[in-house]
């Protein structure tokens, strides 16, 4: 069982900057993939990257390569995802999932994750 817990949104001009963070606990991350998805009011849930603990392989969705970066830090069991260049189209709600076993092709997919954060919410305007 893998615990969650998001940190790090709020309100941003466009252009700026956020960084959140993912504070993991309850289980050793060691063969996990952790992922960020994000929720827009009225969307579905979106993939938005993902990260291989063990191997530090990154995913990235089209609209946010280049702009967003995922890494981790082993020495707390925290994962981040910097956010540059924001948009008003990356207002949502962003969720930290987590679950072993993803294979490659199935790392963009929400459905993929077991484990959830409650969210926290980033919003983009002027």
């Known amino acids: 069982q893998v615990q969650l817990v998001e940190s790090g949104g709020g309100l941003v001009q466009p252009g700026g900057s956020l960084r959140l963070s993912c504070a993991a606990s309850?289980?050793?991350?060691?063969?996990?993939?952790i992922a960020w998805i994000r929720q827009a009011p009225g969307k579905e849930r979106e993939f938005v990257a993902a990260?291989?603990?063990?191997?530090?392989?990154?995913y990235y969705s089209d609209p946010v390569e280049g702009r967003f970066t995922i890494s981790r830090d082993g020495a707390i069991n925290t994962i981040y995802l910097q956010m540059n260049s924001l948009a008003p189209e990356d207002t949502a709600v962003y969720y930290c999932?987590?679950?072993?076993?993803?294979?490659?092709?199935?790392?963009?997919?929400?459905?993929?994750?077991?484990?959830w954060g409650r969210g926290t919410q980033v919003t983009v305007s002027s």
């Open positions: 309850g289980s050793t991350l060691s063969g996990y993939t």
């Open positions: 990260i291989r603990w063990n191997s530090r392989t990154t």
């Open positions: 999932a987590a679950s072993s076993g993803v294979i490659t092709s199935n790392s963009y997919n929400p459905g993929a994750y077991r484990y």
